[in-house]
């Protein structure tokens, strides 16, 4: 379990099952933060950021890594049991998330044999763009937020799906080949380019930076972070979006600035990645701070 001071982080709303607990809950972070989350020997924990992370979030596997290795959190992350992770960020923010702990022995089941944790698993957790993953975490959050009938049954239903969509996200990264991804300054040049708060780039753009032809980025992407790059540059977008949506910006001008062809492309778009519009959103964001 994450260590917090008091008041640091308030739960707001709680679904339980035989197969583990989901918190909606928001974080107080008045300060950049450095946190360890301690082991849990029986259970994988999931966390689904609701609003932007804290400025440069980044976490570490300080057993398993060198100390000073900090790899970049998305929006989506998960500390498998019996692992140590350090979590860093560099400014203050007001933070809602889904955390959803789910006992060991669901997921491994789905496991074929007992499961490794390699370096690049654990890489591969830190930032799980996987759309399967991420929406079945979205019915947990409308579902804490509006029980209905049979409330404790769907959870338990949702949380067997989500064990083995983890089971598959896990060895779709094991079998994806370590030769075939793209090298370092590559991927630096994608994120950057992604950084940027304009226009999404399309693949012929981020092929030709990377000096590749689509199906080499493509296939290479894939490789090195565990997700089709598509779904990576949506993220992204959604990500900005977010941020965007925390200013004084109108919605329209927003999905302009995004490159999105309409403002009602935007609110779709929005509303299939985060389950809000975009004006829910930013009415839930507000409050929150």
Sequence with gaps: METHAPGMMTVNAELNSTLGTAQLVRFHLPDPIDNVMRENEDAYRLDLCLTPRPGNARACYPNRWSSQRFERLGNVFLVPPGEKMQARSDGRCQQESLLLQLHSSSVDEWFDGELEWTSRRLMASLDIRDANI???LLRLV?????????SEMLVELIGA?????????CNNVDTSTVAGGLAAWRLRVIDERLQEVQATPNLSELAEM???????LTRGFRASRGCSIG???????IEHAKRLLATDQSVKAIA??????SPSSFCCA???ATGDTPGQFRQRFNLTH
């Design 256 to 261: 302009y600035t995004l490159g999105f062809s």
């Design 142 to 150: 409308q579902e804490a937020r509006q029980p209905g009938f049979a």
């Design 231 to 237: 779904d990576y540059v949506a993220n992204s977008r």
């Design 134 to 136: 991420q929406g079945l």
């Design 161 to 169: 799906q989500l064990a083995i969509e983890l089971s598959r996200y």
């Design 210 to 216: 990377c000096r590749l032809s689509v199906r080499q």
């Design 270 to 272: 929005f509303r299939r």
